[in-house]
């Protein structure tokens, strides 16, 4: 139970907990005064009355049992109120709701957090962080969400700073810095809260910095531990040394490990069942990948932690040496499934390289990739036995010749990615993920670099362009038990926000064209859309407040895209920029039919 007071939909009944689809075996749980648990944050999924993480439960599938707004009845899904950002700091918004007694919050672009009353949209508060000039975001000044416990409100900053706010006023109860932002660090993840520490990780990979993990007491912002990602880097816990990430120079070359990228910036799930951690790294500094030769750990990887120490318990490398910015920070999921007629516990990855990974959750073993992309031509599949990729030597840039760029190489899909930071869905319902990818490709060649503190290190260009005449953005449903391709939907746009998949069969998403939509989630039929006035980059929520269902998304265009996509960018630059919460409901009098 939360708690022992009532939540908003004082004294329901079993009959009205299954109107809203959940039946009468559904826990009725209560609203705490103190506020959401971690124990709570781990139940987030199987409590409709709240939104309480990132991803709708540690495991982030953003399945949600309701079936109260279905298949049948989304067409008479309707707008309850639109809430502004206001000012002139728009740009991308790229952040997931929260809700939890009365109140959604929502980080908003130039690291701002709002409280809205989640049934009048009115503005509770709202937080500023005050950031200094000096700031070196890569790609754009978004924030993808916050975290909640207890009486906080805890999110990070472009400054990488990690702030907590006192959840009623918006006050600072602490703010502790994560890095040095002149060094070209900074934040944009959602935090993971487990076991009361705040676990969430770094941004900056373009700039030679070096990724980490850090866990922090909630209450004090202390840090805990801290797990470096790239090897030769040592650990620490409690501020003692905890042992070297990896192995001094086993696959890096000389002082390489000092700047070798590997950031962890889009934050990780958290498995109850196996107690790990998973978090994704980014890509090696530089992006030439001839300057630095080996598989260069543990960049473009998925990690497993230990929660109580930072140690890394198994690791797997989707992309080794990789030669075109595939980061792999995508988020690992856990899920169950029957494979060859054997119960698994396992995790899916749909990765920039274009390849989806099933991984045992356990030990990390390879269990299958499958493309979820048109096309991949750096590699042509994943040998079985080893999990490794099958490189196409003559699709990696060339190395450069003196102060000469080297060979120029067309590659599929591009650096933003088959799938970039959008999160995925998984549905227990159907068995399938739902996965938000983009179909392009990019000319890319190699160029002389030097390490300099601050400053961009890359060592390659690059061209995007499409690879299909009808679409760039397709949202697929996979199934993992096969690696096919059940259906797909294609959006003309780059597809760039997070998906929600439902009980009621459904599945939404947004557009860069403004629209949220919705999709059958067993055929890919699109059934009801609504035009928000701006690009969808956010990720969708739903809840049940007062016995309706509701729905809520962020729309403000921006990211990556119109940043580095070049003649794809300028292909959609009349996309209107904006700021706003949009909250939809399924009125009571729609709920039946």
């Given at each position: 139970?939360?708690?022992?007071?009532?939540?908003?939909?004082?004294?329901?009944?079993?009959a009205a907990?299954?109107?809203?689809?959940?039946?009468?075996?559904?826990?009725?749980?209560?609203?705490?005064?103190?506020?959401?648990?971690?124990?709570?944050?781990?139940?987030?999924?199987s409590?409709?009355?709240?939104?309480?993480?990132?991803?709708?439960?540690?495991q982030?599938?953003?399945?949600?049992?309701l079936?109260?707004l279905?298949?049948?009845?989304?067409?008479?899904?309707?707008?309850?109120?639109?809430s502004?950002?206001?000012?002139?700091k728009?740009?991308?918004?790229?952040?997931?709701p929260?809700?939890?007694d009365?109140?959604?919050?929502?980080t908003?672009?130039?690291?701002?957090?709002?409280?809205?009353?989640?049934?009048?949209?009115?503005k509770?508060?709202?937080?500023?962080?005050?950031?200094?000039?000096?700031?070196?975001?890569c790609?754009?000044?978004?924030?993808?969400?916050?975290?909640?416990?207890?009486?906080?409100?805890?999110?990070?900053?472009?400054?990488?700073?990690?702030?907590a706010?006192?959840?009623?006023?918006?006050?600072?109860?602490?703010?502790?810095?994560?890095?040095?932002?002149q060094?070209?660090?900074?934040?944009t993840a959602?935090p993971?809260i487990?076991?009361?520490?705040?676990?969430?990780?770094?941004?900056?990979?373009?700039?030679?910095?070096?990724?980490?993990?850090?866990a922090?007491?909630v209450?004090?912002?202390?840090l805990?531990w801290?797990?470096?990602?790239?090897?030769?880097?040592?650990?620490?816990l409690h501020?003692?040394?905890?042992?070297?990430?990896?192995?001094?120079?086993?696959?890096?070359?000389?002082?390489?490990?000092k700047?070798?990228?590997?950031?962890?910036?889009?934050g990780?799930?958290?498995?109850?069942?196996?107690?790990?951690?998973?978090?994704?790294?980014?890509?090696p500094?530089?992006?030439?990948?001839?300057?630095?030769?080996?598989?260069?750990?543990?960049?473009?990887?998925?990690l497993?932690?230990?929660?109580?120490?930072?140690?890394?318990?198994?690791?797997?490398?989707?992309?080794?040496?990789?030669?075109?910015?595939?980061?792999?920070?995508?988020?690992?999921?856990?899920?169950?499934?029957?494979?060859?007629?054997?119960?698994?516990?396992?995790?899916?990855?749909?990765?920039?390289?274009?390849?989806?990974?099933v991984?045992?959750?356990?030990?990390?073993?390879?269990?299958?990739?499958?493309?979820?992309?048109?096309?991949?031509?750096?590699?042509?599949?994943?040998n079985?036995?080893?999990g490794?990729?099958?490189?196409?030597?003559?699709?990696?840039?060339?190395?450069?010749?003196?102060?000469?760029?080297?060979?120029?190489?067309?590659?599929?899909?591009?650096?933003?990615?088959?799938?970039?930071?959008?999160?995925?869905?998984?549905?227990?319902?159907?068995?399938l993920?739902?996965?938000p990818?983009?179909?392009?490709?990019?000319?890319i060649?190699?160029?002389?670099?030097?390490?300099?503190?601050?400053?961009?290190?890359l060592?390659?260009?690059?061209?995007?362009?499409p690879?299909?005449?009808?679409?760039?953005?397709?949202?697929?449903?996979?199934?993992?038990?096969t690696?096919?391709?059940?259906?797909?939907?294609?959006?003309?746009?780059?597809?760039w926000g997070?998906?929600?998949?439902?009980?009621g069969?459904?599945?939404?998403?947004?557009?860069?064209?403004?629209?949220?939509?919705?999709?059958?989630?067993?055929?890919?039929?699109?059934?009801?859309?609504?035009?928000?006035?701006?690009?969808?980059?956010?990720?969708?929520?739903?809840?049940?407040?007062?016995g309706?269902?509701?729905?809520?998304?962020?729309?403000?265009?921006?990211?990556?895209?119109?940043?580095?996509?070049?003649?794809?960018?300028?292909?959609?630059?009349?996309?209107?920029?904006?700021?706003?919460?949009?909250?939809?409901?399924?009125?009571?009098?729609?709920?039946?039919?």
């Open positions: 139970m939360k708690g022992n007071m009532t939540r908003g939909w004082i004294g329901a009944s079993l907990i299954a109107m809203v689809g959940l039946g009468a075996s559904a826990p009725v749980l209560a609203q705490n005064a103190a506020g959401p648990t971690s124990q709570d944050i781990v139940n987030d999924a409590t409709p009355g709240d939104v309480i993480s990132y991803g709708l439960g540690p982030a599938q953003r399945f949600s049992a079936t109260t279905n298949a049948g009845n989304v067409k008479k899904l309707v707008p309850a109120f639109a502004s950002l206001g000012g002139e728009q740009r991308g918004q790229e952040s997931q929260l809700v939890y009365g109140t959604i919050y929502v908003g672009s130039y690291s701002r957090v709002f409280a809205f009353d989640s049934r009048t949209g009115e509770k508060w709202e937080y500023d962080a005050r950031l200094p000039d000096g700031i070196m975001p790609c754009d000044v978004v924030n993808r969400g916050a975290a909640i416990h207890g009486d906080k409100i805890i999110f990070a900053t472009l400054d990488a700073h990690l702030i706010l006192n959840r009623h006023t918006g006050k600072v109860i602490w703010n502790k810095t994560i890095a040095d932002y060094a070209g660090y900074s934040a959602a993971l487990v076991n009361d520490m705040v676990v969430f990780g770094n941004s900056g990979g373009e700039f030679g910095i070096t990724g980490a993990i850090q922090r007491d209450n004090t912002g202390e805990i801290e797990r470096p990602t790239i090897e030769g880097n040592i650990g620490t501020g003692q040394p905890n042992g070297m990430t990896g192995k001094l120079n086993a696959t890096w070359v000389g002082d390489q490990w700047t070798g990228g590997g950031a962890t910036w889009l990780g799930t958290y498995d109850p069942d196996t107690n790990l951690i998973y978090m994704g790294t980014g890509n500094g530089p992006w030439n990948s001839h300057l630095r030769p080996g598989d260069n750990l543990y960049t473009s990887s998925t497993a932690i230990d929660p109580a120490t930072g140690v890394i318990k198994w690791h797997y490398q989707t992309t080794p040496h990789d030669g075109w910015d595939f980061d792999g920070v995508n988020e690992f999921i856990p899920f169950d499934a029957t494979i060859n007629g054997k119960a698994m516990k396992l995790g899916a990855k749909a990765d920039r390289n274009g390849y989806f990974f991984l045992d959750r356990t030990t990390g073993k390879f269990v299958s990739a499958n493309k979820f992309v048109l096309q991949t031509t750096w590699a042509d599949g994943y079985a036995k080893t490794r990729p099958n490189f196409i030597d003559a699709n990696r840039p060339g190395a450069p010749e003196g102060a000469e760029k080297g060979k120029s190489v067309f590659a599929s899909p591009s650096f933003l990615g088959g799938k970039n930071w959008m999160p995925m869905a998984y549905s227990k319902q159907t068995g993920f739902y996965i990818s983009n179909d392009w490709g990019m000319d060649w190699n160029e002389p670099i030097a390490y300099k503190k601050g400053a961009a290190y060592g390659a260009e690059f061209t995007i362009r690879i299909a005449p009808d679409h760039i953005g397709a949202l697929r449903a996979m199934d993992p038990t690696g096919k391709i059940v259906w797909e939907y294609k959006n003309k746009a780059p597809l997070g998906v929600l998949t439902t009980a069969n459904l599945v939404f998403t947004g557009t860069p064209e403004g629209y949220l939509k919705a999709f059958d989630a067993k055929t890919g039929e699109e059934l009801w859309k609504f035009q928000t006035g701006s690009g969808v980059v956010g990720s969708p929520i739903t809840w049940v407040q007062d309706e269902q509701y729905v809520a998304v962020m729309s403000g265009w921006g990211g990556a895209v119109p940043l580095w996509g070049g003649e794809v960018a300028k292909t959609f630059k009349e996309i209107s920029q904006g700021g706003s919460l949009w909250v939809f409901k399924l009125p009571k009098e729609a709920a039946g039919n």
